[in-house]
């Protein structure tokens, strides 16, 4: 069974860094892109970037400079780091997984960690 | 950025009767490989989204056959036949052909 679990910190300061991990399983990270989409007030969903299955990233240019994916296989997790946070960075974080391993579209989403950035 | 369009809004309809919601991209979302990168999910209340369509018109494993998928390379329909209580949330287009893949700004789907 594919389960995706986000844990986050809840409560980031302005210009700290936002850090969070995807627990993953019923799969392996090594045939599957993993995905992290945001959902925030202003913006509504946002795609954010993803790991593919070989270990390469690929960001939204409008993250890019600031955010980080990376993955530790052996543990069956995928992690989130974002820098330079901002109070329009609160919102809902998720994970999610491929359909299929040569299928693309965001088909199994973790529960969604909510951050919210103030001070 | 390629930009989803989304309408109506909301939409308010009798269970047992059909709804469609459409859908229209900036960008022509037919890839040179024969394949339409659109999809289209579902946000119920309190719930993470789900994979309704992939591909313009595939119904993804487990998603009732009342939903259906159909287009063109910009103008996409999601169609709900004999909607029942459990399909309001909303319902969300996308588009994977590429970086950075963008959502529509969703449609309300409430029971009369």
């Known amino acids: 069974q594919v389960q995706l679990k986000e844990t986050g910190p809840g409560l980031v300061q302005p210009t700290q860094t936002l850090s969070i991990t995807c627990t993953v399983s019923g799969f392996s990270l090594t045939s599957y892109y993993m995905q992290w989409v945001r959902q925030t007030p202003g913006k509504g969903l946002e795609w954010m970037g993803f790991?593919?299955?070989?270990?390469?990233?690929e960001y939204n240019s409008e993250f890019k400079s600031r955010l980080s994916i990376s993955r530790d296989t052996s543990k069956n997790q995928v992690f989130l780091k974002m820098n330079s946070l901002k109070t329009e960075d609160t919102g809902v974080y998720y994970c999610a997984r491929h359909y299929r391993v040569d299928i693309g579209g965001f088909a199994y989403w973790g529960q969604g960690t909510l951050v919210t950035v103030s001070s | 950025d390629i930009v989803m369009t989304q309408a109506p809004l909301s939409v308010s309809v009798t269970p047992g009767e059909s709804a469609s919601i459409s859908c229209r991209s900036s960008?022509?979302?037919?890839?040179?490989?024969?394949?339409?990168?659109v999809y289209w999910y579902l946000q119920k209340p309190g719930k993470s989204p789900q994979l309704l369509i992939y591909?313009?018109?595939n119904l993804a494993s487990g998603v009732p056959d009342r939903f259906s998928g159909s287009g063109s390379e910009t103008d996409f329909t999601l169609k709900i036949s004999r909607v029942e209580a459990e399909d309001v949330g909303i319902y969300y287009c996308g588009q994977l052909l590429e970086n950075p893949f963008t959502f529509g700004s969703g449609t309300k789907l409430e029971i009369k």
């Open positions: 591909r313009m018109s």
């Open positions: 960008k022509s979302l037919l890839h040179s490989n024969g394949i339409t990168y």
């Open positions: 790991i593919r299955s070989g270990g390469s990233t």
